[in-house]
């Protein structure tokens, strides 16, 4: 192998095409590459893959071209090249790729065509994690007040390498949290990052995060996280916990009484069968050992209801809601959903009995504050003091003039 790759390499080197031309990959030229990069993304190892590219003729003549293969051993090409290209048709290149080890590679198709800019076509291939993707959208719902909710993302590598990644907060939230912020993805195995929703107030929080992946042409992953905060919440989830065991106790009771019918099917049984026996038995058998059976089938029927009414659940008070021993149907949550409306409406009612003398003494204020308003529009408006007179007058206006000359000799 090293002395292929090494023959390899010294023909590419040795390429007077190569050495005497200049190519590029944003060729303005006549032929247009389909893909311009090519991509290899995900292989298997000792196994060969694929790829066609298209090499069309974008000019108004046709135009002669000669197509350079990659250099290293694990790109090979095949095509059916024509003479001439005419305007407007293409010409398919097929790209197989063989790699022997998990690693990245990189090589390139040069494109010489006469009369016009050179092409580059360059080709990557890389080994790609797998399942790690992250929902673009995570919502907790309604979460009671000072609680902690939690919503885990599994990043999986399906490949023998190990991958790093990062979380960038683009948009933060104090109730809202991620971690880890980086880590790594093992080979073959997989990471947990934890999303943590834990609200300080009764409102409605959003949070929005990117992945980044340490994988080649890999574009980053973004998630928006929300969560609400309502009053009841803490109560639902009560509600539904016991909602749960409920359950569960009905499950094991219904075991414990199928287990008790199993059994005293058997039994009775047992009991016919002796009955049977003794059916067929002389009639000097003495009755006794049948008074016995009877008795003691009699004792296993006690026996048995008494099982039944212990197993029965009873109806249990939780907050002070009656909960009832059986919540299989609508109708019985309906119930203590409504016991709990009442119940906060007889809050209301007595809230509303305890203001009542406060209500009174306001309505007696504002009563009398109206009593007042109107004694005072009732009463007749004033008219003022009396005209003066032409004596008054001339008294006042001869005290001014006397005034004015006393400041005009201080003045003066």
Not at 101 to 110: A, L, Q, S, V
Not at 171 to 182: G, H, K, T, W
Not at 318 to 327: F, K
Request: hydrophobic share 35%; net charge neutral; glycine share 6%.
């Amino acid at each position: 192998n090293q002395l292929f790759r090494m023959a390899a390499t010294m023909a590419a080197t040795q390429n007077r095409i190569v050495q005497r031309e200049t190519f590029s990959q944003t060729s303005s030229g006549a032929v247009r590459a389909q893909p311009p990069v090519v991509h290899f993304g995900g292989f298997q190892v000792n196994t060969t893959h694929h790829f066609t590219l298209k090499l069309s003729n974008g000019g108004s003549k046709p135009l002669r071209m000669h197509i350079i293969p990659p250099a290293s051993p694990y790109f090979s090409i095949t095509c059916n090249k024509k003479e001439r290209l005419v305007p407007g048709m293409s010409e398919d290149v097929d790209i197989a790729f063989t790699p022997t080890e998990w690693r990245y590679y990189y090589d390139c198709i040069r494109v010489q065509v006469q009369d016009s800019d050179n092409l580059l076509v360059p080709i990557h291939a890389y080994p790609v994690i797998g399942e790690a993707s992250l929902p673009p959208r995570l919502d907790f719902g309604p979460v009671a007040l000072q609680h902690t909710a939690t919503r885990t993302i599994s990043l999986t590598c399906s490949v023998p390498i190990d991958f790093e990644f990062k979380v960038d907060i683009l948009q933060p939230s104090p109730a809202l949290s991620v971690r880890p912020l980086q880590g790594v993805i093992p080979a073959n195995g997989s990471t947990d990052v934890t999303v943590s929703f834990t609200p300080e107030d009764y409102t409605t929080q959003s949070m929005q995060f990117q992945l980044q992946l340490s994988q080649f042409n890999s574009t980053p992953q973004v998630c928006v996280v929300s969560g609400s905060c309502v009053p009841g919440a803490a109560k639902a989830v009560v509600l539904r916990q016991q909602q749960q065991k409920q359950q569960q106790t009905h499950q094991r009771h219904g075991e414990d009484s199928g287990q008790g019918a199993a059994a005293a099917e058997g039994e009775e049984e047992e009991e016919e069968e002796s009955r049977t026996e003794g059916a067929h038995q002389p009639a000097a058998v003495p009755q006794a050992p049948l008074q016995r059976s009877s008795s003691a089938g009699d004792t296993r029927r006690l026996q048995r209801a008494s099982r039944t009414k212990v197993s029965t659940p009873q109806t249990r008070v939780v907050s002070g809601i009656r909960i009832p021993a059986r919540l299989t149907g609508m109708a019985a949550v309906n119930a203590v959903l409504n016991a709990a409306a009442e119940d906060q409406r007889q809050d209301f009612r007595n809230s509303k009995v305890l203001l009542a003398p406060a209500a009174a003494a306001r309505k007696a204020k504002e009563d009398a504050f109206l009593t007042l308003l109107r004694e005072h529009l009732a009463a007749p408006a004033s008219v003022g003091s009396p005209e003066l007179d032409d004596d008054t007058r001339r008294a006042i206006l001869a005290r001014r003039r006397m005034a004015q000359e006393e400041y005009t000799q201080l003045q003066g």
